[in-house]
């Protein structure tokens, strides 16, 4: 079909026009860090760094707890998307290829465990955290960060597992292969593209958490980047160079991760989303 | 919690389960052995999901029954309140007055990531290859950028001061608001939320809109277009029947991430000015955890995740039903 030469302009302009809107709060963050305070503190914004300047990213790094708390934030969101992942995948083996009595029920529970309002709960969880004596502790947060993950990891998965042939598992069954056999060695490398694309939204969600590591590890050592982040900016106030270096710190491995793994999720994620 | 967003469209991953469910006549090992694999396979999922979520839940419905504050929490008194709590809250104004406003905001927030993010998705349907990889580029950066990275991102571009919206927009000649604070009344601060979470959300409706139209069979638009339908025809007659379960899915998880988003609202300003923009997730935190009334806070996040399910009611029976269909 032939389009008229406005047509065909107009498309390209709003797409342009859109992606520098997007990506323009992922640029100023990025900027700012780099620019020494008189660039930032100005009344005409310079909109590019030509002075930069690593001052603001050592503000960062070497404030207090930086480094313990870079620990806590990456062992809590790979121990529990790690975690859930493993739970995840018996579980959507369960559910994808199996009948049995109460599945459709087990399916439901798992819809609306993933509805859950933990911004809601974080009393009650502070209340049984406290109880086991184990506020400021990295394991609460590990397990329930995994539970955050775990209904919509093993729901995503159960359409990974559903989509692959189930006449692969059989043939080698009839090679001899047990079922766990069959299992390990035919659909779990079909699984990888699905377990790269849940567990990125596993380590987002996992890497972001606020409301309950802000209730339950108070102590200053003890908490996650979010935290770090939050408190950071009040103590540093409005120093906007400082404060953006550590955002930009924190947004960094999620940002190139994404990249990297981005076709994977969004093509997986649709796949399910269309063959209704 | 943006992700818990993208929790994306699992809700639908599901349904493909369809496909690979055997009829039952086929099924493998009818032996007791075989009947027991899939409660077992289970158990870790089910257990952890008791545990970590059942048991809060159970813990909140006791506390919303209770008079928990500071004191009764420092010498671990247990006084119970009945029904207190509740008539309190249902009695007083501010929980209706926040009921609303959470539902209007959520309302707002959503129909404009809907809309846009199928402009966008629609969009990158017509474009060329160079510049729809340009655009994705972006969108997926925007997508990966972290809930609190970016909301503190967002603080500094709205700064009274020095924030590049202010000077924007008074070289646009709309000078009043040169030194202009946002976050000093209600409308302005939940300006400034919207535009967070609409530009938050839009990446996911509009790259997986996009890449779900790819899924649409070609012959569908030419046949309508061989009818003559325009693009708007084209859209309700082709696009719209045949992504129809793309578009509930995803409103329905809009709706849940936009009505707890939490650090957004939190960060920008803690609900205010005023409490003016606390919305219901808000209000139960600052109830019960800022202003340390434990069983009041409890109680408000019953009554939030009941407004939550009201809300969500439709798309949930829905699914319900598909499920009894496949079964």
């Known amino acids: 079909m032939k389009r ?12 342009l026009v859109l992606a520098l809107g997007f990506v323009f709060p992922v640029y100023w963050m990025f900027t700012t860090a780099f620019k020494p305070n008189g660039d930032i503190i100005t009344e005409d914004p310079v909109w590019f760094p030509l002075n930069g300047t690593f001052e603001h990213f050592s ?6 707890n930086f480094w313990s708390l870079v620990g806590n934030s990456v062992t809590v969101t790979v121990l529990a998307v790690g975690l859930s992942l493993l739970i995840a995948l018996c579980g959507s083996f369960a559910v994808a290829r199996m009948r049995f009595k109460g599945r459709k ?7 609306v465990a993933q509805m859950a309002p933990w911004e809601v709960l974080v009393i009650s969880i502070y209340m049984i ?22 209904p919509f990891t093993l729901l995503t998965l159960r359409g990974y597992v559903a989509a692959v042939p189930k006449e692969l598992e059989e043939s080698a069954m009839v090679d001899g292969c047990t079922r766990t056999q069959a299992f390990v060695k035919i659909i779990f490398p079909l699984l990888a593209p699905g377990l790269m694309a849940t567990s990125l939204f596993g380590f987002i969600t996992a890497w972001n958490e606020f409301p309950l590591v802000l209730v339950l590890n108070k102590e200053p050592d003890k908490g996650t980047l979010p935290l770090w982040l939050s408190q950071f900016q009040s103590q540093f106030g409005d120093d906007w160079g400082a404060t953006m270096a550590a955002a930009s710190i924190f947004a960094l491995p999620i940002l190139v991760l994404f990249l990297f793994l981005q076709r994977k999720a969004v093509g997986g994620l649709t796949a399910g989303a269309v063959k209704g | 919690m943006s992700v818990q967003i993208e929790d994306a469209v699992q809700n639908s991953a599901p349904r493909i389960g369809k496909g690979g469910a055997p009829p039952p006549g086929r099924r493998r090992g009818t032996g007791r052995a075989a009947g027991k694999a899939p409660y077992l396979l289970l158990i870790p999922a089910l257990a952890a999901t008791a545990v970590f979520l059942g048991w809060p839940m159970v813990r909140n419905l006791i506390l919303s029954f209770q008079n928990l504050n500071m004191k009764q929490l420092i010498q671990h ?25 959470t539902i209007v905001f959520t309302g707002v927030n959503v129909v404009l990531i809907m809309t846009l993010g199928v402009l966008i998705g629609l969009l990158l349907a017509r474009l060329g290859k160079k510049m729809r990889l340009v655009l ?14 970016a909301t503190t991102v967002f603080q500094w571009l709205f700064d009274a001061r020095y924030g590049v919206v202010n000077w924007v927009l008074d070289k646009l000649g709309w000078h009043s608001m040169a030194h202009y604070d946002w976050v000093g009344s209600q ?3 939940f300006f400034v939320i919207t535009v967070l979470i609409v530009w938050q959300s839009l990446p996911f409706v509009a790259l997986n809109l996009y890449a779900a139209t790819t899924t649409i069979p070609k012959e569908l638009y030419e046949a309508a277009r061989m009818d003559g339908a325009g693009t708007w025809k084209v859209f309700t007659s082709v696009t719209f029947p045949f992504l129809k379960p793309f578009f509930l899915a995803t409103t329905f998880l809009e709706i849940i991430w936009v009505f ?4 957004q609202i939190f960060a920008i300003n803690e609900g205010g000015p005023d409490r003016l923009t606390e919305t219901l997730p808000i209000y139960a935190f600052t109830e019960g955890v800022g202003n340390l009334h434990f069983g009041m806070g409890a109680a408000i996040s019953l009554l939030t995740i009941v407004v939550l399910l009201g809300m969500t009611a439709y798309y949930l029976r829905l699914t319900l039903k598909q499920e009894e269909d496949e079964a």
């Open chain 1, 4 to 15: 008229s030469l406005l047509g065909r302009i107009w498309p390209n302009a709003a797409a």
């Open chain 1, 59 to 64: 503000t960062a790094v070497n404030a207090p």
């Open chain 1, 105 to 111: 029920g087990i399916i439901l529970t798992f819809m």
């Open chain 1, 129 to 150: 955290v406290r109880d086991a004596d184990m506020l400021n502790s990295l394991v609460p947060l590990t397990f329930f960060y995994m539970l955050m993950v775990l």
């Open chain 2, 77 to 101: 008194l247990t006084e119970w309140r009945g029904f207190g709590n509740y008539s309190d809250i249902l009695g007083g104004e501010q929980f209706w007055r926040v009921t609303v406003r």
């Open chain 2, 136 to 149: 994705s580029v972006a969108l997926v950066l925007t997508w990966a950028m972290p809930v609190i990275a």
């Open chain 2, 187 to 189: 409308l302005s601060t």
């Open chain 2, 260 to 263: 707890k988003a939490f650090p």
